[in-house]
């Protein structure tokens, strides 16, 4: 069975520090991936996807993540966080029709 | 170009008391999702439709119909509603014609609480 685990519910980073948020998977063929923003009372924005091709992917707003096959991980990543990524992410693995959607992880900016 | 939209933004609801969540999407797309969302639980899928007039279960159907007349309207129906069902409720659409369309496009979502 399809699933996704991010093994993080809050992360705390401070304005200007870099960030990597987790996500695990479990399926069983080729995957897509994706990585979606949730802000208060909103919502889902798509941030990057991943099909097939180059692992590591670019996405809106500096985002960026990496598929990697032998860890079934597709982390996302940015190199210096703004307070306006105060938000929740989801990772979410499809197979086509459907999405498995992870539990998300709230992100928290401090100034 | 709207893209999905979701109505009503927020609604109360007594115990057994029915209704329907509206979802509507302008660009042209077979595919369309219910999901509820719980916290910390993530989104769940509770019925899909590849096209007009078909329409199938997902992880959560319980509790829950759907139908799907037109190609632009999905609505959810909540027979009777339960305090279990007290949730946000989010309507996606994807295009479905190739595999470069598998992004789901979300609506704004509907909270609803049953008390």
């Known amino acids: 069975a399809q699933s996704v685990t991010q093994p993080d519910i809050h992360i705390t980073v401070s304005e200007g520090a870099s960030l990597e948020l987790r996500c695990n998977y479990s399926y069983g063929a080729t995957p897509y991936l994706f990585w979606y923003v949730q802000s208060p009372g909103q919502g889902l924005q798509l941030l990057l996807k991943y099909f097939s091709g180059d692992t590591l992917v670019q996405g809106i707003k500096g985002f960026e993540a990496e598929f990697k096959r032998s860890q079934s991980s597709f982390n996302l990543r940015k190199p210096s966080v703004h307070w306006s990524d105060a938000a929740e992410y989801f990772c979410?693995?499809?197979?086509?029709?459907?999405?498995?959607f992870g539990a998300g992880t709230i992100l928290r900016v401090k100034s | 170009n709207a893209g999905v939209t979701q109505t009503p933004k927020f609604r109360i609801l007594k115990i057994g008391q029915s209704m329907t969540l509206q979802c509507a999407q302008d660009?042209?797309?077979?595919?369309m999702y219910w999901y509820r969302q719980d916290p910390g639980m993530g989104l769940k899928l509770i019925y899909y439709?590849?096209?007009?007039?078909?329409?199938d279960k997902g992880e959560v159907p319980n509790g829950y119909n759907v139908s799907r007349s037109t190609t632009e309207d999905f609505p959810l129906r909540l027979e009777l509603a339960a305090p279990s069902q007290t949730s946000v409720y989010f309507c996606a659409s994807r295009s479905g014609r190739a595999q470069s369309q598998e992004t789901q496009y979300f609506g704004p979502g509907t909270r609803l609480l049953v008390l």
């Open positions: 979410a693995v499809g197979n086509g029709n459907k999405l498995v």
């Open positions: 660009m042209n797309h077979n595919y």
């Open positions: 439709s590849v096209g007009a007039g078909i329409t």
